[in-house]
């Protein structure tokens, strides 16, 4: 058995390797999410709505989310980037561009206010393109799968306690908001686990092309 100062001598060991991969080339682990963007007018307004939020009810997560429907989360090696994007700019080629329209606010009780996406089934049909055609590629391990957003929205704020969230919802359930944008492209954005900033990797523009996919089993030979 480890005596004490083995215990720390193994862990500070753990450590030292763990630092000395993640600055390996290709071993660093990110986090990426795979997002509708709305044009830049249409994000402005949507962050005047957020900084309200914030201001009201001191809720900061109003300000860290950035104003964009999000398909996917997920986090993986960087060894790993450019299949993910072949697969994403195949399916891409093979979609269409997607009218999104905005109207009013809707909750997650009792924790997130959102703005609502009131055609969902096109943002449905893609997420669950990319889910059945980027799945395996996207899993880094049992504790770590992506997640695929069947209910797509553009989130005012998150995480909120329960009195920020009581008290918005008392005001935003009465509140309107009204916009549309047309997603011609997905964006995939990437920063490094536990850093804040997302920088953006590959924009993938919607061409409505008749391409044939390759199945994962092809991709992985199974």
Same mark, same amino acid.
């Given at each position: ?9 193994? @862990? ?10 993640? +600055?390996? /080339? ?11 963007? /709305? ?17 009201? @009810?001191?809720? +900061?997560?109003?300000? *860290?989310? &950035?104003?964009?429907?999000? %398909? ?6 960087? %060894? ?20 999104? /329209? ?22 449905? +049909? ?24 069947? $209910? ?19 005001? *935003?359930?009465? &509140? ?15 920063? /490094?686990?536990? $850093? &804040? ?20 089993? $092809?991709?992985?030979?199974?």
């Amino acid at each position: 058995m480890l005596n004490n100062l083995g215990i720390k001598f193994f @862990y500070l060991k753990k450590s030292v390797m763990e630092t000395i991969i993640n +600055s390996i /080339p290709g071993y660093k682990v990110f986090e990426y999410q795979l997002v509708l963007n /709305p044009h830049e007018e249409l994000r402005h307004k949507i962050m005047q709505t957020k900084q309200h939020f914030f201001d009201t @009810y001191q809720a +900061s997560a109003a300000l *860290y989310n &950035k104003p964009f429907v999000c %398909l996917a989360h997920f986090v993986q090696y960087g %060894l790993f980037e450019e299949r993910i994007i072949n697969r994403l700019q195949a399916i891409a080629m093979g979609f269409h561009p997607i009218k999104i /329209p905005l109207k009013d606010f809707g909750s997650f009780p009792s924790h997130t206010i959102y703005i609502n996406v009131t055609a969902k089934l096109p943002i449905q +049909s893609l997420v669950k393109q990319v889910r059945a055609e980027t799945q395996k590629l996207m899993k880094l391990d049992a504790d770590h799968k992506p997640h695929f957003m069947l $209910e797509p929205h553009i989130t005012v704020a998150r995480k909120l306690l329960p009195w920020q969230y009581e008290k918005g919802w008392l005001e *935003y359930s009465h &509140k309107h908001f009204t916009a549309s944008f047309i997603a011609d492209a997905m964006l995939l954005l990437k920063r /490094p686990v536990g $850093e &804040k900033n997302y920088q953006v990797v590959q924009r993938f523009e919607f061409q409505n092309l008749l391409i044939k996919t390759i199945s994962q089993g $092809e991709l992985f030979g199974s």
